[in-house]
């Protein structure tokens, strides 16, 4: 999400109420924990899109201003995250050597595919780039005619990869209710289902589970008194989204604007980790948060 006039104008007051006001909440069904980000490394901010390794220890992350970084988790016995380490934040190239054009580094979702290939969406200039090595040059994906329709500041802000490579995007603001999905495979564009709106959420990231299920987290704002955040869920078939389940849903101001999820599995079944965009404001802060999936299903 790029910077929005209203966190100009009141985000100092978002972040002090979201803090104490969860404070003393109880936690949501399903909450692992929550770690705060202290001391990255320079640039640090804007975390948008997130992928961990299979065994949760590792990540790869975007920043929405054209960057990337790669780092570790350091968990305690339980599994919760205790401390995050880092290499540098690094500028993601075009499709040369240079780095992407200023106006065109909105990057806001990213997916990696079972071979390695990555594959990152972008909001403001929309279109979505391929890259065989997250250090190498980009590759455009074909722009179909549609995402040319999608309102500035509200385009593409998720991508996920299924088992098979197949490539799936969809903007973060609903249409007629529902959120358009496009789908890439064997060279072109598809539109072939569409998710369906719940209340005021904004989607802003997906990704497959190692169950195969589509998990989309999605974002409400509520003023001065912060975010709330909701992962659902869908069994994709031939005929579409089918057995809509709320992995998690947290209440207004437990956590930061969270923006990017990865899907894994540990011992104990699906783990949804997710990372905030701190919009690179002083007031917010850079927090991943894990959650059991299943625990808030309704």
């Known amino acids: 999400m790029r910077r929005r006039t209203f966190l100009g104008l009141s985000g100092a007051a978002v972040a002090a109420l979201s803090l104490q006001g ?42 929405d201003r054209g960057g990337w970084l790669r780092g570790r988790f350091d968990r305690d016995s339980s599994g919760r995250i205790t401390a995050v380490t880092s290499g540098p934040v690094t500028l993601l190239r075009a499709l040369g050597a240079s780095p992407l054009r200023k106006g065109r580094t909105d990057s806001e979702g990213l997916a990696i595919a079972p071979d390695g290939t990555l594959y990152l969406s972008f909001e403001h200039e929309v279109r979505l780039l391929r890259y065989a090595r997250i250090d190498g040059p980009a590759e455009n994906l074909p722009t ?75 974002r409400d704002f509520h003023g001065l008194a912060g975010f709330a955040s909701r992962v659902r869920s869908f069994r994709l078939g031939r005929s579409g989204p089918r057995d809509e389940r709320i992995e998690m849903q947290s209440e207004v101001g437990r956590h930061d604007n969270l923006e990017g999820l990865s899907v894994w599995q540990d011992v104990q079944g699906v783990r949804l980790t997710m990372v905030s965009d701190d919009n690179f404001m002083f007031f917010q802060r850079t927090e991943f948060v894990e959650y059991r999936a299943g625990a808030s299903q309704v």
């Open 22 to 63: 969860s404070a003393g909440q109880v936690p949501p069904p399903g909450l692992i924990g929550s770690h705060t980000w202290r001391n990255g490394p320079k640039g640090l901010g804007g975390l948008s899109g997130l992928r961990l390794t299979q065994d949760g220890m590792g990540f790869t992350a975007i920043t």
């Open 144 to 218: 179909p005619e549609a995402f040319a329709d999608l309102p500035d500041n509200e385009a593409l802000e998720a991508v996920a990869v299924d088992a098979k490579g197949v490539v799936y995007t969809l903007p973060e603001g609903p249409r007629a209710g529902v959120f358009p999905v496009w789908r890439f495979r064997g060279g072109a564009w598809d539109q072939p289902f569409a998710l369906p709106a719940r209340g005021e959420f904004m989607a802003v990231d997906a990704d497959f589970g190692p169950d195969g299920w589509f998990y989309l987290l999605e």
